[in-house]
């Protein structure tokens, strides 16, 4: 049988704690390499241990019959008629199963997309960006083009790039290097070349990813001629 003060103690934890689980699983899933303060992982973590606990109270009443109308019967739901760790581990794993469904959020770059939903709607300045134009202008980037101090040239698709905040970094595959006496661009075979901010001069964007998108397709076009002459005659005799 627990104590009065134990048992408080105890309850404030099950109440705070799967908010912090929610967090943690949330940033280690969706890879979030942004340094982050602790007071802004501590009121997010806060802010997920109140949703955490009302939706699994929401979902318990609507299960099991088990009603809280006043907070002070929160404890009752684990601890009446005695301790019930069960609930305690359904707590826990609901926790981590909201920080699951979260991290897949921010894998699928929701926020991003709802940014850009909401920027499309607003009258706004679209030159903003939500983080540094480095980050910002890679993101709709699929080749580009890299000058280095040494004033060598390097193109290619673009692989990986650094976070904002981070020291620049851009990783390059199937790169076609320019150097300094070279005539024109050669390929040396490398798989991936990785370019670090001090060695950077200058970056631009050849290819962003829709117009990539629209290049192959354009491509893939012009290697089947039989295709297009088979959709022009569909229009003409659908006109006809």
Request: aromatic share 8%; with cysteine.
């Amino acid at each position: 049988m627990l104590t009065g003060s134990v048992q408080n103690l105890f309850l404030a934890l099950v109440v705070v704690v799967p908010g912090f689980i929610a967090t943690q699983v949330t940033i280690s899933l969706g890879v979030v390499r942004t340094n982050l303060s602790k007071w802004r992982i501590l009121i997010t973590s806060l802010a997920a241990s109140l949703f955490v606990v009302t939706v699994f109270l929401w979902i318990l009443e609507a299960m099991a019959g088990t009603a809280v109308t006043q907070p002070q019967e929160i404890g009752d739901v684990f601890f009446t008629p005695e301790f019930r760790p069960l609930r305690v581990l359904q707590l826990l794993t609901f926790s981590g199963v909201i920080g699951v469904f979260g991290g897949a959020a921010l894998a699928a770059d929701l926020p991003e997309r709802a940014r850009s939903c909401l920027w499309s709607i607003v009258p706004s300045s679209s030159q903003r960006n939500f983080h540094e134009p480095w980050e910002g202008t890679l993101n709709e980037a699929a080749r580009v083009q890299i000058i280095k101090s040494d004033g060598s040239i390097a193109v290619g698709s673009l692989y990986k790039w650094s976070d904002d905040g981070k020291q620049l970094q851009i990783a390059l595959k199937n790169v076609e290097w320019r150097k300094p006496g070279m005539d024109g661009f050669k390929n040396m075979g490398t798989d991936i070349e990785l370019f670090l901010g001090d060695d950077i001069e200058q970056v631009s964007v050849i290819d962003t990813r829709e117009s990539a998108i629209e290049r192959r397709r354009e491509e893939n076009e012009g290697d089947n001629p039989e295709k297009k002459t088979s959709d022009s005659n569909t229009e003409e005799s659908t006109e006809s």
